[in-house]
């Protein structure tokens, strides 16, 4: 069947018949997913992957959100569910990638799949999705999945100069932090990006396998091209309960654990990354509360370990406002989403000034890098995550990969170490693409 794409307010030609029904355990996730445009969210071998598109919603502009949103609401309103497992991730599940500015070409899209497998807490399910008026005979596994094609290797990786050469970059941080010491922002996130050219065509399959196999602990995602392992979580909403891992403040590994460790102490007490981290946790704490009865705010972070690097993190939570008679209901995870981005760990403070600041310096069309990234369900929650440390395959020629890292910029930075920085932050997806 073709797909259908539908403009965000337009009304959607067929009702979209879904069923879930539980399975036992499919092993590896990520290995179920077939060699094209494969979607997924998966964390610790839990989470789901789909594979083809049974709707696409492309959308634009500052309302970019709210139109998906609202395009969602449209399929759910001529939906037939029936859902055997009733857990998140199961029933009519969407994927989105949306871009960091709200004046980008690129806009965003949301993909309903075909067909997506799940699993959460030892249980795991299967999930289907056509075009229809009835419900068809129970789905299996074996008849979603079908014959897959071998997962390829890309071949041998070259690297060339992005937007800016390293040179540039260096001078765009000096720059930033001039900025910063007039007293124009406060934080100011910079993206860097590196060209890869490989042999054969990328299959994501690959990158994605390695990504979650070397970096367990982050959210590995795939949707429409933007693939990557982010330890940043925009906005998980579960049951009425909200959470964010912001992330600010980093530091290089050597790869020896003693020295690690006493790397990690320098990290927790650094006046600049604490400095760099403060701000990030106040723009999601700030971007929150109107929306939830109660949060709470870690007084000091902790420190995040990554085989390439160490962080400092916070998780902030909070519980939605429940929804009463007369008021709105509880906003979805995308509407959170949107409210939360751009945060200071992905933009800057002030925030307007700081995206005044990018576009005047950076040099570099962000597209879908920085933006939200993940997936909700029919009740509205969901997992998103920041493509801030990823690549996107070249749609027209799947051997060119662009690399994405940022970098947080404050008072203290210094223009060498914030390079290095950034390189250390593009080890995950080189090490993904390289061929042992």
Not at 19 to 24: L, N, S
Not at 35 to 49: K, N, Q, T
Request: proline share 7%; aromatic share 6%; glycine share 10%.
């Amino acid at each position: 069947m073709s797909t259908l794409t539908t403009p965000a307010a337009g009304a959607v030609p067929r009702p979209l018949v879904v069923r879930t029904v539980a399975i036992d355990d499919p092993g590896d996730l990520l290995a179920l997913l077939p060699d094209g445009a494969p979607l997924a969210w998966v964390r610790r071998g839990d989470g789901i992957v789909g594979w083809g598109e049974v709707l696409r919603v492309p959308v634009r502009g500052p309302d970019r959100f709210a139109a998906a949103e609202d395009a969602w609401h449209e399929v759910l309103a001529h939906a037939i569910v029936r859902d055997e497992v009733d857990l998140p991730g199961t029933g009519p599940v969407a994927f989105g990638s949306f871009a960091f500015d709200e004046d980008s070409p690129a806009g965003g899209v949301v993909v309903i799949p075909r067909v997506v497998v799940g699993r959460r807490g030892g249980q795991a399910w299967l999930t289907t999705i056509d075009t229809g008026a009835t419900i068809g005979a129970t789905p299996t596994l074996a008849t979603a999945v079908g014959e897959r094609a071998p997962v390829t290797a890309p071949g041998p990786v070259s690297y060339s100069d992005g937007a800016v050469d390293d040179a540039g970059w260096r001078d765009v941080v000096t720059r930033c932090v001039a900025a910063i010491r007039a007293g124009e922002v406060e934080k100011v996130v910079l993206a860097r990006d590196v060209r890869a050219h490989a042999a054969e065509p990328v299959d994501a399959r690959w990158v994605l396998g390695r990504l979650a196999g070397g970096y367990p602990s982050c959210w590995t995602f795939s949707v429409d091209g933007m693939l990557g392992a982010t330890p940043e979580l925009l906005v998980r909403s579960d049951k009425g309960l909200v959470t964010s891992r912001v992330l600010a403040g980093t530091i290089r590994r050597t790869g020896d654990d003693a020295a690690d460790l006493t790397r990690a102490a320098i990290l927790a007490h650094s006046s600049k990354d604490l400095e760099e981290h403060e701000y990030a946790v106040t723009s999601v704490a700030d971007s929150l509360a109107p929306f939830c009865s109660s949060t709470n705010v870690p007084d000091v972070p902790f420190v995040l370990h990554l085989p390439n690097v160490l962080h400092l993190a916070s998780d902030v939570t909070g519980v939605l406002r429940a929804a009463v008679a007369g008021h709105s209901p509880a906003p979805s995870s995308l509407a959170l989403a949107a409210a939360l981005h751009p945060t200071a760990a992905v933009c800057g403070t002030p925030t307007a000034a700081a995206r005044a600041l990018i576009a005047r310096v950076e040099g570099l069309e962000r597209a879908r890098y920085a933006g939200p990234v993940g997936w909700f369900g029919a009740d509205g929650d969901g997992e998103w995550g920041i493509a801030l440390r990823c690549a996107e395959i070249d749609a027209a020629d799947p051997r060119e990969i662009r690399l994405f890292a940022g970098c947080g910029i404050v008072s203290a930075s210094d223009p060498e170490s914030e390079l290095a920085e950034s390189e250390a932050k593009l080890v995950p997806m080189r090490q993904a693409l390289a061929t042992d």
